[in-house]
Structures are given as C-alpha cells and as structure tokens.
C-alpha cells in the first residue's frame, strides 16, 4: 500500500467552489509588481506581472470550462454571461470615472484622445489602437493615456473569443467518436482539446519571438503573440488529473522552482532596453508549475511546503481585489502627475487612492454584480443564490473611505507646500554657458520673460495644438526617410550656391533643418542646405534600440548610403545632430555611455572627414520637462518649467571632448532653450518651445533661426 504521503491530496467539495489561496496570492504578486513598475519604475520587469495574470486566467478558465462541459451543460452562452458580469462592470466604472476626472485636467488634444482610448477599450480593441499608433509600453519620455492598460484585457476577451469554441467542438467531437460512457468521452474531449492546443501555443510563442525581432512595440500588444501565455495555463488545466497525483515530497520543490522561476523572469524581462518575447518564458513557466503542483493541495490537505507569502489574509485580500487595482492604479498614477510633482508625496497619494477605490469598487460594484442573477439562466440563478459571500463590507467600505481621503490630504498638502529649490547653473568648465551677440541676448531677455510669467499667453499655435501637431513641415518630413531621398527634393537654397551644407541625424536633426533651410534662403545665393537626416536613425555606429524597431532595422543601411553621399557631395559643412535620450545600446546590452557615444560618432566622422570642410556637433535641445505630462487646464506656467538632465549634460561634455579630439566644431543648444541657471520654459514670447521631452515646435525653430545663424557665423562656420 501506498503511504499516505504519496497519496494525490483530495478537496472538499467547499474548497473546490472556493479560490485557490495561493493562486490568490499569486494575483496579489502580479499587481503589486504591476503598480511597482508604473509608479516606481522598479522592478524594471514588473510588467511581467501582466504575463501572470494572463497565465493564471488561462488556467482558470479552462477549468471551469472543463467543469461545465463534464456535466453536459450548455457552455458558450454561460460562459459569455460569466466573462461579461466579471469584467465589464468594473472595467465601464473605471472608464467613465477616468473620463469624467481627465476633463478638467488634460488639454484638450490628450482629452479628445483619451476619449477613443476609453471607446476602443470598452469595446475590447485598445491592444490593436496602440500597436497601430506604434504606441511604445516602455518610452517613459511619452505622456501614455490613462487607459493604456486596458490592452491586456483586449487581448483576453479576444482570446476567450477563441477558446470557449475550442472546448465546446472538442466536447463535441468526443462525443460521436468515443461511443462510451461519459468519462471516457470527456477525457477524449480533453485530449482533443490539448492536442489542438499544444500547436497553437507553440506557433504563438515563435511567432512573438520571431516577429518581435523586428518590431517589439506591435508585438508587445499583439494578441496572438500573448496566446501561448493563456495556452500555458490552460494546458495545466487539461493536464490536471497527473499533477493531482503529484506526491507532497515532488510537488513542494516544484512550487519553489516555479517562484524561484517568477523572480528570474522579473530579473531577466527588466534587463534588456527593449523587450523581447522570450525573456517571458521564465515567469509563465514559473506561474504554471505553482499552479499545477498546487492542484488539488488546499489548506486542509497541508501545501507540500509552508507557502505564507502567498496564502496569508493580505495576500489573499489583495488577490480577491486585484482585479479593480489594475484598473485604478494606472488611470491615477498618470492623472495625479498632472497634479503634483513625483516624490513621495505622490507615491503615497497614489497608494491610498488606488486602494482606496480598489476596495470600494471589489466591494460595491464587482462582487454583488459578480454574485448577481443577471444575465443568469433558471437553472444557475438557482445554484447561484446558495453562493456562500463574504462577511460584512462595512469595515471595507468605512477603511475606503478613509484611504481617499488621506490621498485627497496629501494632494492638497503636495499642492500647497513650496516648489522643490532650483538646481545649480548648469554650466561646467568644459560647458560653459556663453552668449554671443545681439540676437542671443534678445532670445536670453525672453527666456527670462517666460520663467517669470504667473498666466499663460496666448500661444500661437495654441500649446494643444503644438503638442498635437508635426515635428517638421511636411516638405522636410517628407525629405527624412529612409532610404535617403534624392538629392534634388531635400535641397534648398540656390542650385549654383558654392558653399554646401548637409544635415546629418535623427528626428531631432529633422526638427533643425528648418532653420538651415532658411539660412540658405536668405544667403544670397551663397549656401545651399540639404538634409539626410532621417526620423529613428541615430547617427552612430552602434545599435540603438528606439521605439520602433521597424526603422531601426532599415539604420545600418541609411547610415552608409548618408556617408556615400557626403563623399559625393562634398559640402562645406557637415551639421550632426541626435536626441540625448538615453539609449540601449544593443551591441553591447548596456545603456549607452558618453565614452560609447562619442567613439560610435567618431566611428562614422572618420569615414568621411577628409571629403568635408568641417564637422559640427550641434547639440539637440535640452532634455527638460515634457510638455506633454505637465500642460493641462489646471497647469501654470511655473508647473511647466523645466530643469536641464544630468544625462543630456553627460552627453553634451563627451561630444564636445570628441570635437577637441579630431578638430571639430561644438555649438551649444542651451541659450536658446534655457537661462543661464538651467530653467527652461515652455514658452517663450507667445511660441511654445517643445511638443514633447525631446523635439522643439516648427515654430519655435524659426524663432530662434536668427540665434542659431548669428552663434554660427560668430564661431566662423557660415561666413
């Protein structure tokens, strides 16, 4: 006889209705890992905590298709009832609550916006509106809509799309092909549905890894790219009669192996600077293993080995309403920086609230609509009556209370205390800050004008309308593709004109060519200005991982044809201009450093700086605040003042170190953006400066068009 021990653990028929503890506090795991990642920016793999949920929900539901389809009961339409009474009430709640609170605080580009996110995620299609607005998940220089999230909850109603019908034609066919008693029948539906599955799961998953490759942003919200995800937890459903059978002394180190798996995945996932599909592997392997060695393993049978960070009353608590945090904690993290500057302050704000309605929502809305009778059929809405709740919500709604109103206290005392002290100049002796003439100074005294102004002007483009419109005229973006247009479309200036410059870069040296044009211009025939610079190519040797890999891939290829063409033409003047972003260096696997930066220049300018005149290393505007977080209809211009990045300086240093170096030119952006101090408005005279983190306006580069001609006709470069 079989000891005691080896024997697979059994429920109570109590138990079997309950949830599982520990998949509860797996859920717990996943959302607290999620609002980590949002509000902290730590774990850098926190977002894994999406690809948990997808696994545990896989395993859920599969199950209780499974335990439907064994009684012979009608499927599709149950399930349907079930989805839509689990999901959409909560989920409209949230939509409509953040709507309502965005009014008064986004512009209204980002409200109008906002508002076909919330449609689209309603009607479960938001994964397929960001990937097709090339939405990027991980560029934390972008304002993202308050409902980005709700793209995971697209890509599982439209998996469940698929699965339900799975089970149900897989029930079916064994029916009419078992001819026997219904357990065999059932188990022949089981293993239908598994081998139908098993593909399905494994094309997924080389599909994402694949395609990722290419395009990481379009993969990252691609439903079928997710479906191995569902399909990993479904498949420990259909094979759940052999992990029952798992004895206590293999089951428990195949839980900790599963955990130990879970945090390798958060390690791994957040170390890349892009992401890249099968990094996952490791939290959806891990996932699977603790639910299926914990199958059929409950409090009263004993877990194989003590697991109370996971089944403990918080961590279940927090399980039980995770649902309803996911749903609130993005929306407020992201309206709250509207508000109140990140510190500590908001981190507890966004805490409290976030709980706060997590806990009135799970009580109020999701649980009763949950529990309820509507949509049921006769037969359920019998059953369901008996459904056993939990005790009194009074004590959760009273604590509710309680948290959003210290959140609204902390707000209100964020918002009232004093604004944080101004660094420092942010000049250096190998970066001083100097102006060099009568346009400069006109350009600095309206700079200063800007920092001291309580209201906003009347902008000219409306700042909505800037933040919302191109980065370049339409002629110049049509001229910074790849591969490089010809030359006779991209030049300006006279076609006899002896002296030549050429525009060299990424979508910051786009956003510069304007004003060249303009110098050529009004050159009297004397400089032509031709642009081969292009949107997403950084003009360095290394890889660069930016939001759209898609460009990306075409760079290699862009970068040598600009070189052939600078050797052709010959100019007089080679302007080289990139985004100081930080930026994942992909051949390395690091961020890229000044040294990496200014020997990957150097790698390209050797290649071509003995068919030029000279070389300039014209410094992008600086990184300050995004106009695109801070500008709202409660903001002021004090609000939208921002201070210079400590990593554009960084960068700035190592380019002006390599003009030293190899006899180039270095021309400073700062005087045109910023005061000597390194505050930098938004605005200056009636123009708004930046539509984002990184890109000046159209009309602030024709703004400061006389400044940038007078700084490089002082340093000798446009004589």
């Known amino acids: 006889m079989r000891s005691s021990r080896h024997r697979p653990a059994t429920t109570s028929p109590a138990e079997q209705r309950a949830p599982r503890a520990d998949i509860q506090g797996l859920r717990a795991v996943a959302v607290l890992l999620v609002i980590a990642h949002h509000l902290f920016g730590y774990p850098a ?23 439907r389809a064994d009684n012979g009961r009608p499927l599709l339409w149950w399930f349907y009832r079930r989805r839509i009474r689990r999901i959409v009430p909560a989920a409209t709640l949230v939509l409509v609550a953040t709507c309502a609170a965005a009014y008064p605080i986004l512009a ?39 409902v980005q999230h709700y793209w995971s909850l697209s890509v599982e109603e439209q998996f469940y799309l698929v699965l339900p019908a799975l089970v149900a034609i897989a029930g079916v066919l064994a029916v009419r092909w078992a001819r026997s008693p219904q357990t065999r029948s059932a188990r022949t539906r089981t293993l239908l549905a598994g081998i139908t599955l098993g593909p399905l ?19 990252y919200f691609s439903t079928f790219a997710r479906v191995w995800e569902f399909g990993a937890g479904a498949l420990v459903a259909l094979t759940a009669a052999a992990w029952a059978r798992l004895p206590a002394r293999t ?4 839980i900790w192996s599963g955990l130990g798996a879970v945090v390798l995945g958060v390690v791994v996932a957040g170390r890349g600077g892009n992401f890249e599909e099968w990094a996952l592997i490791w939290p959806v392997l891990g996932v699977a293993l603790v639910i299926g060695a914990g199958i059929g393993r409950t409090p009263s049978s004993g877990y194989p080995l003590p697991l109370y960070p996971l089944t403990n009353r918080l961590s279940v608590y927090l399980g039980d309403i995770s ?13 709250l920086a509207h508000e109140i500057d990140r510190g500590p302050w908001f981190a507890a704000a966004a805490l409290a609230s976030m709980l706060g309605l997590s806990i009135a929502t799970y009580h109020l809305v999701e649980n009763p609509i949950r529990y309820s009778n509507w949509l049921e059929h006769r037969h359920d809405r019998r059953a369901r009556t008996q459904h056993q709740r939990a005790g ?18 902390l707000v209100a005392l964020d918002r009232g205390s004093a604004p944080p002290p101004q660094p420092a100049a942010a000049a250096s002796e190998e970066l001083p800050f100097t102006i060099d003439g009568p346009a400069e100074l006109q350009l600095s005294a309206q700079v200063d004008a800007a920092l001291a102004a309580t209201d906003w002007p009347n902008l000219n483009p409306s700042m909505d309308a800037a933040i919302a419109g191109p980065q370049a005229p339409a002629d110049i973006g049509a001229c910074s593709t790849m591969p490089v247009p010809p030359a006779a479309e991209c030049t300006w200036g006279s076609a006899a004109a002896p002296k030549k410059i050429m525009i060299v870069g990424d979508s910051v040296a786009v956003t510069y060519v304007a004003p060249f044009r303009r110098i050529a211009e009004a050159s009297g025939g004397r400089w032509q200005t031709r642009s081969v610079a292009a949107f997403g190519c950084t003009f360095v040797t290394q890889t660069v991982v930016g939001p759209n890999s ?11 044809q600009v070189v052939a063409e600078i050797k052709k033409a010959r100019p007089d003047l080679v302007v080289i201009t990139n985004s100081y972003r930080q930026a994942w260096n992909a051949d390395t696997n690091r961020i890229m450093t000044g040294e990496d930066w200014a020997a990957g220049m150097q790698a390209l300018t050797d290649q071509f700086a003995g068919s030029v005149g000279r070389i300039v290393f014209l410094a992008p505007p600086p990184l300050a605040n995004d106009i695109s977080r801070c500008f709202g209809k409660t903001a002021t211009p004090a609000a939208c003042v921002g201070t210079i990045d400590t990593h554009w300086t960084t960068m700035a240093v190592a380019e002006r170190r ?9 021309v400073d952006s700062r005087p045109w953006f910023c005061n000597a101090a390194g505050r930098c408005p938004s605005f200056v005279g009636t123009t708004p400066v930046k539509r984002d983190q990184v890109h000046m306006t159209p009309g602030f580069a024709e703004l400061i068009t006389p400044a940038i001609e007078e700084r490089f006709s002082t340093a000798g470069l446009i004589p």
């Open 550 to 560: 898609g460009m990306a891939a075409e760079c290699p290829a862009h970068k040598a």
């Open 392 to 409: 009194s919500f009074r004590p959760a709604i009273l604590a509710a209370a309680v948290l959003v109103a210290v959140a609204a206290g």
């Open 45 to 67: 793999g926190g977002f894994v905590g999406v690809d948990i949920f997808f696994v545990i929900s896989g395993y859920l539901i599969t199950t209780s298709l499974l335990h």
């Open 251 to 254: 089951a428990g180190p195949i």
């Open 201 to 219: 799961v494994l094309a997924s998953f080389g599909y994402a890894v694949v395609a990722g490759r290419s395009n990481s942003t379009g993969i």
């Open 108 to 146: 209204p580009h980002a409200y109008g916006a906002l508002l076909i996110d919330a449609a689209s995620a309603f009607a479960f299609v938001s994964n397929w509106r960001f990937a097709q607005q090339g939405t990027d998940y991980f560029d934390a220089a972008r304002a993202p809509s308050p």
């Open 658 to 666: 390599l003009a030293d170096r190899i006899g180039a030119a270095f």
């Open 323 to 335: 649902y309803s945090l996911y749903l609130w904690h993005f929306p407020i993290i992201v309206l």
